[in-house]
């Protein structure tokens, strides 16, 4: 969904409509893609899978919800939609639910998708997602169900207005039936059912069933620890669970009493949550917060919209007209919430102020209720998310299948080895499962949690608190960060820095006057800022646009409203009218009163437009005398003037003020001779030309402190930076070039619509590419240390810098996702900043981003913000309202420094995460291969020995495991994402094979000395004596391969801190390596009776087996230094990913689409028309005759400065040749864009640089 509201007869589709015979139906309900397939029960299947259920003690029902659809193949049969008691849904991202059809009597109409009344006589329905999708027995199809926003004329709303009764009780009862209770909660699920949804998750469930073949075998104390273990899991997930719901729930729920015409017009109070679709609503004058969406129909009313923009600015909304020409010049224009936003008080608004005219109140229809209004959709986007893909989490899983692999083989080893030795039933059974859970180890859950919850811990000492902990590992993969820009990168607020005022010169010509801080009195640059602006007085304070607010000040006028009962005359007649009058308090006119100004009207600022105008009476003049003001952007403004009154060096003040950062407003005037009634009916392109130029106004956007900081950090750390917000096109630039998004060194090109409705020759509304005022060239400096990896290992980064910029505002985005769907994947991956972009876009743009393979953390403070920061893989907010419930991490700091600390952390949880995996899988092969061995004995460990291992051994490293500190110092290479890349699947079997080789060594060697004693088990001993002293030998050897496997895969820098930071795993290494020297040389006699060792006779013999483990350790440590780390990780994976991006292997990638573009911004030119405004730092060439080689690709030449420059030569672009350059000794590359006066494109291009002129010999035979 990429506008403001959904238009259903445009996004909505539905599809084998004519067919009444159909068992399938697809809706398309904007970007959301759902199949609905038709069940019925099948009383048969339903007795057999109750018995099943009881014979199987419930377990097939666990798989049934994990595998919902094998439970709806089990109870139904597949039928036609039109008989369906059930229905499967699937959506786009192949998440199925079962949905069960509910059917109630009812005689009435319903607002379907389509715009279209349908009759209904029994409706029959389900819900998904809070969303109502009703049978249409007309087209055999089930819809969706809307309220009246579709295909609905505004007439029809007039004729509501006119009728002025409202509903009876009646049809409000049969409304509250089709459309619910107005009232978007939030339900709190039981903790019981919470607990039983955690504990039948595979992990959990697996752990239930290896405790029990644990105290089947007696081996009931390490079993028990387990249990306790993961039952502070749950309950630790569980409390997570239920305050994020609570919290959710205290955001969303509100309701309050209301005033709405009923039963022939009379005014009754109701709670809101009774509300529906077409009743009458009395706005109140002040203070209440809109429970609906509404379309205005009489009086106006002042909103404060921050839920849907996050810019607290006052918005007046006015009431919708009869006809609507400022739309379409059609009477019977059809409403739009996009088109018609301006007449529309949207749920979760507050309104400020409500003004009625002539004694009539203001009034307002109830457009859409509950989940179906704007702020419902938010809600919506909150509990149901686009599934976030991340790798690491489905290789964990793959990689537990291939453990499981290796459990079956061990599984029939161990049959085969058992029915050989003779042993019962029951023995086989107990040891060929113990098999299973020692490969696939039960305690890894709570192993892989250890790291993150570390994390979390130091993030909280950082006052950034973390909701989602699983969300943390996802951070470790970030490679671009979007922020918005107000209150997330700048403050607030702006300042103003001065005005520049437009004078004439003794010849009459206009020029430049010096910069001033103050207005002279009675001029026309005074009078507009006193005038030119929406600001209104709310509880006699002056409320409005920040910017508006500041200059107001700054024209020392005073702003007086009028109200009902003052006289004003004619202009009581038109109710889009707010009398609003400024007066002076310092100047006075002729008759010696303070000067008085009347705003007639208003005609609001326009993003597309970028301007806003006034027209003003001077009380003191004739009442056809007006004045109009007019301000906005420059380029803008400068086009509606009488080319006279524009000085001639317009263009390079405006580019030198915007290369320093300051956000510019241009202001003009005209003077006009008519009537206050012609006024509100004149349109406004009649009256917004032959403007009068006054001057330019300066504001400051100010920067936070630690914005420069961070981003640099980023960007030296080749993680993207983008900027994406609601603010205008310029000021974002602006800011993006201050805090560094923009680089100095880069050119940058603004994305916009051609001028009017330009179209090209397929009717695709027609796109401009500009270059954009470059910014200074002093570099920015970064006030943090920064470090390159010291792993070595493929950058991405530096393969895939793209040389340029690109910036684009809301409605071209809205355009290019359209009209130019080609086009989208390489737009994100080079534009780095969107303005004007509405939250829905935001969240269009995070979805986006992540289908061409970035990680996206998204960093914001407005509860616009929220679809987008629960889009992202990992949200931050910087904001303890609505954006926190939404983002999986919130910064009690208001200020983007938590960015580089959450993805610090986030690497080094990563890391810790695969290092512990690696560790446990390693614990688990090693503890299988001893398994192994000593089954082939008909023994096994003792049960001490096996407590030695699981509980000191290896739960004291998992739980210290997590504990070492993220390095301080962001690295330039990011950390590996996949398990299951070649280097950890090497790593793990490397291991296995050094450590299998030296326990099988140590089993051999045992067997062949003088003093070795074959096992034999007792025949008769009630308990099995599982003594040898192979098991012993191996045992001892094996304590230092565990020992060996924490140390090499707890990895320190470039993501993590040395290990020696870690003081609690240094302790447990040290005291672990002490007490199995000690165990392994001088066991005393107590230490061998719980160990139940068979002692090895020689100390010389132990010493030996000490060696042996030294002698692993070495080999194992090695393997990982030099065979995986450097021939691996370094060398190979970094040849095969380059490889993967020439050969285009995963076309929709970022960094093959950036292979391809980074350099040429030529994959514009059939559809944008290149144009270039002045640039100080910009080169211009004159190309002489052409002599050079068809068959070069690329070439260089000398700039005025003498640095050699390589030049990529590309096609032309509109009679444009792009020149791709790039300096020997930089780091980026710049790309620039030089006038060729050539009718052809040269394929190769060598300029030389002679008497400061730079030509260019290239070939230009084929000139076309």
């Known amino acids: 969904m990429m506008g403001a509201s959904k238009a259903p007869s445009a996004l909505q589709q539905q599809f084998n409509n004519n067919n009444s015979n159909q068992h399938f139906n697809r809706i398309i309900n904007g970007d959301q893609i759902i199949d609905i397939y038709g069940y019925i029960n099948n009383p048969i299947k339903k007795i057999l899978t109750y018995l099943l259920t009881i014979f199987t003690c419930g377990l097939i029902q666990v798989i049934f919800h994990w595998f919902p659809i094998l439970k709806l193949k089990c109870t139904s049969d597949e039928c036609l939609l039109k008989d369906a008691d059930s229905v499967l849904i699937k959506d786009d991202h192949n998440i199925v639910k079962i949905k069960h059809i509910k059917k109630i009597s009812f005689d009435g109409t319903v607002e379907m998708c389509s715009g279209n009344l349908l009759k209904l006589k029994n409706l029959k329905y389900f819900k998904y997602k809070k969303v109502t999708y009703i049978w249409n027995q007309t087209n055999s199809i089930f819809n969706s169900l809307e309220s009246l926003e579709g295909s609905i004329p505004i007439s029809y709303f007039h004729s509501i207005k006119n009728k002025n009764t409202g509903f009876s009780v009646g049809d409000v009862t049969s409304k509250l039936l089709i459309y619910g209770k107005n009232l978007i909660e939030v339900k709190l699920n039981p903790i019981p059912l919470l607990l039983v949804r955690e504990v039948i998750t595979p992990f959990y469930m697996f752990q239930i069933f290896s405790v029990t073949i644990w105290y089947c075998d007696n081996y009931a104390y390490y079993a028990t620890i387990i249990i306790i273990m993961s039952m502070l899991s749950i309950i630790s997930d569980v409390i997570q669970i239920r305050k994020q719901e609570i919290k959710l729930r205290a955001m969303v729920h509100s309701e309050s009493y209301v005033k709405v015409l009923r039963n022939n017009g009379k005014i009754e109070e109701i709670n809101s949550i009774y509300l529906v679709p077409g009743d009458i609503l009395l706005v109140p004058t002040h203070g209440c917060n809109l429970q609906c969406d509404a379309v205005l129909m009489n009086g106006t009313v002042i909103v404060n919209e921050a839920m849907l923009t996050g810019e607290s600015v006052p918005v007046t909304k006015v009431p919708l007209p009869e006809d609507d020409y400022e739309i379409t010049n059609d009477k019977n224009t059809i409403f739009s919430l996009k088109e018609h936003s301006r007449h529309v008080l949207f749920c979760g608004t507050t309104v400020l102020q409500s003004r009625n005219y002539g004694g009539r109140p203001a009034t307002a229809i109830v457009l859409r209720t509950s989940y179906s209004t704007l702020k419902g959709e938010l809600v919506r986007s909150i509990m149901y998310p686009k599934p976030v893909d991340f790798s690491f989490t489905k290789d964990l899983f793959k990689f537990i299948f291939f453990l499981a692999g290796i459990a079956c083989c061990g599984f029939g080893y161990t049959i085969f080895v058992m029915y050989l030795r003779g042993a019962g039933i029951r023995k086989i059974i107990v040891r060929t499962l113990d098999i299973v859970t020692i490969v696939v180890p039960p305690a890894l859950p709570a192993a892989m949690s250890i790291g993150i919850l570390n994390a979390q811990m130091r993030l909280k000492l950082k006052e950034i608190f973390c909701i989602s902990p699983s969300t943390i590992n996802t951070c470790g993969a970030i490679n671009i960060v979007c922020f918005d820009k107000t209150g997330t990168l700048t403050e607030d607020g702006l300042d103003f820095h001065c005005y520049k005022p437009v004078n004439i010169d003794n010849d009459g010509k206009p020029f430049f006057d010096k910069e001033s801080q103050t207005f002279n009195d009675n001029n026309h640059l005074r009078k507009a800022i006193a005038t030119c602006h929406s600001l209104t007085k709310i509880e006699e304070e002056l409320c409005g646009d920040p910017l508006d607010v500041i200059l107001f000040d700054k024209s020392d006028f005073v702003l007086e409203e009028s109200g009902e009962d003052d006289d004003v005359e004619e202009t009581a007649r038109f109710d889009l009218l707010q009398p609003t009058i400024v007066k002076s308090k310092n100047s006075l006119n002729s008759s010696g009163e303070p000067l008085q ?654 008497d400061g002129v730079d030509t260019c010999n290239a070939d230009v035979s084929n000139i076309v």
Not at 806 to 820: D, K, M, N, R
Not at 865 to 881: E, F, N, T, V, W
Not at 1131 to 1157: A, C, G, T, W
Not at 1216 to 1226: F, G, K, M, R, S
């Open 597 to 1250: 100004l009347a705003i007639i009207r208003q005609f609001t600022f326009s993003s597309s437009l970028q301007r806003m105008t006034v027209l003003v009476h001077n009380i003191e003049e004739g009442r056809k005398n007006l004045q109009l003001y007019c301000k906005g952007a420059p380029e803008m403004i400068a086009s509606l003037c009488d080319p006279s009154s524009i000085p001639s060096n317009y263009t390079d003040i405006v580019n030198q003020y915007a290369q320093h950062g300051y956000r510019l407003i241009a202001v003009a005037y005209r003077n006009l001779e008519m009537s206050y009634s012609k006024a509100q009916k004149v349109p406004r392109d009649e009256i917004e030309n032959s403007l009068q130029m006054l001057g330019l106004i300066a504001m400051e956007n100010r920067i936070k402190d630690q914005t420069l900081g961070v981003i640099n950090q980023l960007n030296n750390a080749k993680i993207r930076t983008v900027m994406v917000t609601g603010d205008n096109l310029l000021t974002a630039l602006s800011v993006a070039r201050d805090c560094g998004i923009i680089r100095p060194n880069k050119l940058c090109y603004t994305i916009d619509l051609a001028p009017g409705d330009e179209k090209t020759v397929d009717g695709r509304r027609k796109i401009i590419c500009r270059e954009s005022v470059s910014s200074s060239e002093d570099m920015i400096e970064d006030d943090d240390t920064l470090s390159n990896s010291s792993t070595p290992s493929f950058e991405s980064g530096t393969l895939v810098n793209s040389a340029y910029h690109l910036a684009i505002s809301g409605p071209t985005f809205l355009v290019i996702c359209q009209e130019y769907p080609e086009l989208l994947d390489k737009l994100v991956c080079v534009c780095d900043v969107y303005a004007r972009m509405s939250p829905d876009q935001k969240q269009y743009l995070i979805n986006k981003l992540q289908e061409v393979s970035y990680t996206v953390a998204m960093c914001g403070d407005g509860a616009n913000d929220c679809a987008a920061l629960k889009a992202a893989h990992a949200g931050i907010s910087l904001s303890p309202a609505e954006a926190s419930i939404a983002a999986p991490f919130t910064s009690k700091i208001p200020d983007i420094r938590c960015v580089p600390h959450i993805i610090r952390e986030g690497r080094a949880a990563l890391v810790t995460s695969f290092g512990i995996f690696k560790y446990m899988a390693g614990y688990s092969l090693t503890q299988f291969i001893t398994i192994m061995h000593l089954y082939w004995l008909g023994t096994n460990l003792t049960d001490f020995e096996f407590l030695y291992i699981d509980l000191l051994l290896i739960t004291l490293v998992a739980i210290t495991f997590g504990a070492t500190p993220a390095c301080n110092r962001i690295s330039k290479t990011p950390p590996p994402t996949r398990l299951l890349s070649l280097g950890s699947i090497l790593s793990i079997l490397g291991q296995l094979t050094i450590i299998g080789t030296f326990q099988m060594f140590t089993f051999i060697y045992v067997t062949y000395q003088p003093w070795f004693i074959p096992y034999s088990a007792p025949i008769t001993a009630v308990i099995e004596d599982k003594r040898s002293q192979q098991g012993t030998a191996i045992f001892c050897v094996s304590t230092f391969q565990y020992i060996t496997l924490a140390i090499i895969y707890s990895k320190g820098k470039p993501y993590r801190k040395s290990i020696l930071s870690n003081r609690w795993l240094m302790i447990s290494l040290i005291t672990m390596s002490l007490i199995s020297i000690y165990i392994t040389l001088y066991p005393a006699e107590i230490v061998i009776e719980y160990m139940q060792f068979d002692p090895i006779p020689l100390f010389s013999d132990r010493l030996f087996f000490f060696l042996i483990g030294i002698s692993s350790a070495i080999s194992s440590y090695a393997f990982e230094t030099f065979v995986i780390n450097y021939l691996v990780l370094s060398v190979r994976e970094r040849r095969i990913k380059e490889k993967k991006i020439i050969n285009d292997e995963n076309p929709r990638s970022y960094e093959n689409i950036l292979s391809q573009i980074s350099t040429d911004i030529s994959w514009v030119r059939y559809i944008f028309s290149c144009k270039r405004t002045s640039n100080p730092q910009s080169t211009y060439y004159t190309p002489s005759k052409s002599k050079g080689s068809r068959k070069s690709n690329s070439s260089s030449y000398i700039s005025s400065t003498g640095t050699s420059k390589f030049c990529t030569p590309t096609k032309s672009i509109d009679g444009l040749l792009i020149i791709n350059t790039q300096n020997d000794d930089d780091e980026e590359t710049i790309t620039t864009n030089r006038t060729m006066t050539t009718d052809s494109a040269c394929t190769s291009t060598l300029f030389n640089s002679k």
